[in-house]
């Protein structure tokens, strides 16, 4: 049904870029302009087999000043983007039913070995300069990226000589203006520019209240997992360069971000089947709350006409340490009759994380034959992770490292004066996990595993063809593959039988899926549209599965995903005024009874629904305003396992922003769900549907003010 639906789509739209999140083109030059870093070119994305998309500062301050985060904005303007937890935990959201790859300035955020699902959160958006995201598997960064790349590009070096830079003020209230539910925020940016040298330095601190939900009760607190409400967040940010020559420049970036939560509440059960939603009420909760710190440093070298080509070096350090809360009854799987009576024994684990590592590449147009763009580089990548359980200083994801050697190539044929462009490209992955001999814990058997150091190599391949006929119109076809670790950390800890040796252990092999698309895109004039269909499939997918207790094991099953994407934006006669839709049809299942023959449809925490935006936005003079709405649409899961009670009942939520631009800075008013409507969040009204600790509702009607002024 889904390929008659693709048909007529393509036959009578237009894809490639989905048009929400996109300042639509003023003329059809203006993405000639553009640089997507995340694709490893300094080729236009109109000369590119994949479907791209930039959110821009402006956009991008728009929606994070709705709903306060990178990740919700993202989530907001991506119909294929999975809706957010609204939790410091991303578990479960996907971007075209697969887990994105989260980075900064090209360096990975996620801790793929042990998945803390806390990589959206790992800068303040006060420091984003745009947002980058690429849709589908593809190695064009390494590890990770099944479901696509989401780049999150920091502020420039400045431009102007002397001193500049940005101040911000908000604060935050729910619909009840309750001093509970009461937030704040200061960010300060300021830029130094002497010659060859600038530096940039800022920080950010936000204070959050709780959140309530449409009927005014504390949304719920997931205590071991996180939360981003009742919470204190520092980011601070330094970048300093130097114009070695005018086209060689050296940078060093450097971050760090951490989330505290206060630890003010404790959890209230809701009841799933009288549909009453978990709640929170003042209170102690054990342990240290959960937390998430992140700190990055990288240094990069740039020359864009070294030996005729555009040279890219960088080297990177990155660590993170995810704390994960206690519950107030002990987790079964913490309990050791050898430590403390079964039931009485507390304790609370912690992600550490540290990755190192190094990119090049080199591009240049083929002398005599400029028509022909060839870039080849080198990836190294070293990642260490352990997960340990605090209070009793108990291994429970053995220490595990992962070591990543990766040489690629690409090229691009323009042929017919643009006419037709051939792309295509491998890249050579040589994989090494290494684990020493561990023993599980007691609730796993006290299983020894015999350690090892299994390796992997691949090559990834990747092509397409683009047929641009006029500038501004265009269809494409491609192939690209990708690849992740399953989270071993998941894997290894809930070993339970005895003899497994890590050499020879199939679930801990990295998965490799593949995306083909096939697109259409018209961007002439008022008119941005577009529509792409795409497929996916992966041999040994990696599927999370929730056990009584809350915590995720990982399945490792075929899975193939199809889907549509549409977009349209319109700059309609009356100036400044531009309305836009966009739509989203996933269809994802797996093989749930090993015959090789995917026939289960994925749940709610392996793919979102399908979805249906719209907007209207306005920009004329000092003043810009937008109104937008989100359906996410109901949706049924098929199959032998599946249980009826997770079926998903759907909801719209409306959002709204207004600015004025002022001769002391810009005043903004956000207000997230307009109409307060009340509903249970993607995740929990899909999951778990015995659990009154997981009936999570979705934040109410929230309260934004702001005041930006750049000097």
């Known amino acids: 049904m889904i390929r008659k639906i693709v048909a007529a789509a393509l036959a009578c739209t237009a894809l490639s870029s989905p048009a929400l999140a996109q300042t639509a083109a003023s003329d059809t030059n203006a993405e000639d302009n553009?640089?997507?870093?995340?694709?490893?070119?300094?080729?236009?994305?109109n000369a590119l087999p994949l479907t791209v998309d930039v959110i821009g500062k402006e956009a991008l301050d728009q929606q994070v000043l709705i709903s306060g985060s990178v990740t919700d904005a993202v989530a907001t303007l991506t119909p294929s983007f999975s809706p957010t937890r609204q939790k410091l935990s991303g578990a479960g959201e996907t971007l075209r039913g697969r887990s994105p790859l989260y980075a900064i300035n090209g360096i990975p955020q996620s801790t793929p070995l042990r998945d803390g699902s806390r990589d959206g959160f790992t800068i303040d958006g006060f420091f984003i300069d745009r947002v980058e995201v690429i849709y589908g598997s593809n190695a064009l960064q390494g590890i990770g990226g099944t479901g696509g790349i989401v780049n999150q590009v920091t502020v420039g070096a400045p431009k102007t000589e002397g001193v500049s830079g940005r101040l911000l003020l908000q604060g935050t209230a729910d619909d009840e203006f309750s001093k509970a539910g009461m937030g704040g925020k200061a960010a300060g940016l300021v830029q130094y520019r002497a010659g060859r040298f600038d530096a940039s330095v800022g920080a950010a601190y936000e204070v959050r209240g709780i959140f309530?939900?449409?009927?005014?009760?504390?949304?719920?607190?997931?205590?071991?997992?996180?939360?981003?409400?009742?919470?204190?967040?520092?980011?601070?940010?330094?970048?300093?360069?130097?114009e070695i020559t005018d086209t060689m420049r050296l940078d060093l970036i450097a971050s760090r971000y951490e989330l505290k939560g206060d630890g003010d509440y404790v959890a209230v059960a809701g009841n799933r089947a009288t549909g009453l939603p978990t709640s929170a009420a003042r209170g102690t909760p054990p342990g240290d709350p959960a937390a998430s710190r992140t700190e990055s440093l990288a240094l990069s070298l740039t020359d864009s006409n070294l030996g005729g080509g555009n040279f890219v070096g960088q080297i990177?350090?990155?660590?993170?340490?995810?704390?994960?809360?206690?519950?107030?009854?002990?987790?079964?799987?913490?309990?050791?009759?050898?430590?403390?009576?079964?039931?009485?024994?507390?304790?609370?684990?912690?992600?550490?994380?540290?990755?190192?590592?190094?990119?090049?590449?080199?591009?240049?147009?083929?002398?005599?034959?400029e028509a022909l763009t060839l870039i080849a580089g080198f990836d190294a990548l070293w990642d260490s992770t352990e997960q340990r359980l605090i209070a009793t200083d108990r291994v429970w994801v053995p220490p595990t490292d992962f070591r990543s050697f990766a040489p690629f190539g690409q090229a691009n044929l323009k042929l017919f004066d643009g006419l037709v462009r051939v792309a295509g490209g491998a890249r050579y992955e040589n994989v090494k996990i290494s684990i020493d001999d561990y023993t599980t814990l007691a609730s796993a058997g006290r299983t020894f595993v015999k350690g090892g150091s299994p390796s992997f190599d691949d090559v990834l391949l990747n092509g397409g063809v683009i047929i641009e006929p006029v500038p501004g119109i265009r269809a494409y076809a491609s192939y690209a593959e990708g690849y992740t670790a399953p989270d071993v950390g998941r894997i290894t800890r809930a070993v339970n039988t005895p003899g497994v040796e890590i050499d020879n252990f199939l679930n801990i092999r990295p998965i490799v899926s593949n995306n083909r698309e096939i697109g259409v895109e018209v961007k002439r004039g008022p008119l941005d549209a577009s529509a792409t269909y795409f497929w996916s499939s992966s041999k040994e997918g990696q599927l999370l599965v929730a056990r009584p207790d809350g915590i995720f094991d990982v399945l490792?099953?075929?899975?193939?995903?199809?889907?549509?994407?549409?977009?349209?934006?319109?700059?309609?006669?009356?100036?400044?005024?531009?309305?836009?839709?966009?739509?989203?049809?996933?269809?994802?299942?797996?093989?749930?009874d090993g015959d090789d023959i995917v026939e289960t449809d994925l749940d709610g925490a392996n793919i979102s629904p399908d979805r249906l935006n719209l907007a209207a936005s306005y920009a004329k003079g000092p003043l810009s305003a937008r109104v937008q709405t989100?359906?996410?649409?109901?949706?049924?899961?098929?199959?032998?396992?599946?249980?009826?009670?997770?079926?998903?009942?759907?909801?719209?939520?409306?959002?709204?922003?207004?600015?004025?631009?002022?001769?002391?800075?810009?005043?903004?008013?956000?207000?997230?769900?307009?109409f307060d409507r009340q509903y249970i969040a993607y995740a929990s009204d899909t999951q778990r549907p015995t659990d009154n600790f997981f009936n999570f509702a979705g934040r109410g009607r929230t309260f934004t003010l702001g005041w930006d002024y750049r000097f």
């Open 630 to 674: 989100q359906f996410y649409l109901a949706r049924s899961f098929t199959g032998p396992t599946r249980d009826p009670r997770n079926d998903f009942e759907g909801y719209n939520l409306t959002d709204a922003f207004l600015r004025y631009q002022t001769r002391i800075g810009s005043i903004s008013l956000a207000v997230q769900n307009l």
């Open 212 to 242: 309530r939900d449409g009927e005014g009760r504390p949304v719920g607190i997931n205590l071991t997992q996180g939360e981003t409400q009742d919470s204190k967040t520092l980011s601070l940010f330094g970048r300093f360069g130097y």
């Open 316 to 369: 990177f350090w990155n660590r993170t340490r995810d704390t994960f809360g206690g519950e107030p009854n002990p987790i079964a799987t913490f309990q050791d009759v050898q430590i403390a009576p079964v039931g009485t024994l507390f304790d609370q684990s912690q992600n550490r994380s540290r990755k190192y590592g190094a990119k090049l590449s080199y591009e240049r147009a083929v002398p005599g034959f």
């Open 556 to 592: 490792r099953q075929r899975v193939a995903i199809e889907g549509l994407e549409i977009n349209l934006a319109v700059k309609l006669p009356i100036d400044g005024l531009t309305v836009s839709a966009g739509y989203a049809h996933l269809d994802g299942k797996y093989d749930a």
């Open 34 to 45: 553009i640089v997507v870093t995340a694709a490893r070119t300094i080729l236009p994305p």
